[in-house]
């Protein structure tokens, strides 16, 4: 059974940091690709963040610059660091794992998990 089970949200004021962490069960940690997306009140999901297992990054323009993604392989974790935070990074943030398949970046993935809030105040 996979489990993605996610921490690190919280709220924070307008240029201040966030790391996000996903820790990952029941699958093959190395072989799959992972990310992130998020999810605002009233908004389309976005695909923030994606990596492969080679360790290629992918990141929307929206936060390109601002974030990153990494894996440890040794703790089976999914990170995503989150600097110079603005108010539109609100949202629901879902740390996701899929087989890999073209485009990394996307929203639908296979297994996700329940999601964990960041809340990005003026």
């Known amino acids: 059974q996979v489990q993605l089970v996610e921490s690190g949200g919280g709220s924070v004021q307008a240029g201040g940091s966030l790391r996000l962490s996903c820790a990952a069960s029941g699958l093959s940690f190395n072989t799959v690709c992972m990310g992130w997306f998020r999810q605002a009140p009233g908004k389309e999901r976005e695909g923030v963040a994606a990596i492969v297992p080679g360790g290629t990054s992918y990141y929307a323009d929206s936060v390109k610059g601002r974030f990153t993604i990494s894996r440890d392989s040794a703790k089976r974790t999914l990170y995503l660091q989150m600097n110079s935070l603005k108010p539109e990074d609100t949202a629901v943030y879902y740390c996701?794992?899929?087989?890999?398949?073209?485009?990394?970046?996307?929203?639908?993935?296979?297994?996700r998990g329940q999601g964990t809030q960041v809340t990005v105040s003026p």
């Open positions: 996701a794992a899929d087989f890999c398949s073209w485009p990394h970046l996307k929203t639908n993935y296979e297994y």
